[in-house]
Antibody, heavy 115, light 110 residues
Framework: QGQLVQSGAEVRKPGASVTVTCQAS????????MHWVRQAPGQGLEWMAY????????NYAQKFQGRVTVTRDTSTDTVYMKLSSLRYDDTATYYC????????WGQGTLLIVSS | QSVLTQTPSGSGTPGQRVTISCSGSSSNVGNNYVSWYQQLPGAAPKLLIFRDNERPSGVPDRFSGSKSGTSASLAIGVLRSEDEAEYYCAAWDDSLDGWVFGGGTKLTVL
């Protein structure tokens, strides 16, 4: 059974950056794109980006273009999501997910942006 | 404002059949498969339906999905108290080259 394990909660000041990690196990890492989805408190789900783990190619939602960078390390089956120039409204839980019939989601990483 | 449109809330009594709707456009629901997710408070979303009407292993058959044109529906055939949750539809959007979600439907079991 596969799983995605994310890094722990973070607190950052406005303008700072944060990197959230997602380590995959139990399935072939190259077989599925990895997506990032976030959820602000009391709000709905919002897709942010994906990466093709094999090629390393990425695509970002227009809303996050220029602020988000997704990379991967194929030696450790880990995907990284860096969000820069943080704003208060980036406070949310961030999930990595395969967004496929293989219903693998990370446990979520809470990011709080506060001065 | 979500790309896919869902009714914000719904309710039903145990044993009742309820339906949750999701409306999109030709670039998403009309041209790509729809997935449905259930989310309990404090938990990650759980896949209920993929490819419009397929259930992952372990999802009860009282959950079913359908699609017609640019609209999709999730039906819960026999409502149970544990079905009280938030439900989201999702589809790939060809114009945005990414996933789009509905705003969610909060289902209350009375």
């Amino acid at each position: 059974q596969g799983q995605l394990v994310q890094s722990g909660a973070e607190v950052r000041k406005p303008g700072a950056s944060v990197t959230v990690t997602c380590q995959a196990s139990g399935y072939i890492f190259f077989s599925y794109y990895m997506h990032w989805v976030r959820q602000a408190p009391g709000q709905g789900l919002e897709w942010m980006a994906y990466i093709d783990p094999r090629a390393g190619t990425t695509n970002y939602a227009q809303k996050f273009q220029g602020r988000v960078t997704v990379t991967r390390d194929t030696s450790t089956d880990t995907v990284y999501m860096k969000l820069s120039s943080l704003r208060y409204d980036d406070t949310a839980t961030y999930y990595c997910s395969l967004m496929s019939s293989r219903d693998y989601w990370g446990q979520g990483t809470l990011l709080i942006v506060s001065s | 404002q979500s790309v896919l449109t869902q009714t914000p809330s719904g309710s039903g009594t145990p044993g009742q059949r309820v339906t949750i709707s999701c409306s999109g456009s030709s670039s998403n629901v009309g041209n790509n498969y729809v997935s449905w997710y259930q989310q309990l408070p404090g938990a990650a979303p759980k896949l209920l339906i993929f490819r419009d009407n397929e259930r992952p292993s372990g999802v009860p058959d009282r959950f079913s999905g359908s699609k017609s044109g640019t609209s999709a529906s999730l039906a819960i055939g026999v409502l149970r108290s544990e079905d009280e949750a938030e439900y989201y539809c999702a589809a790939w959007d060809d114009s945005l080259d990414g996933w789009v979600f509905g705003g969610g439907t909060k289902l209350t079991v009375l």
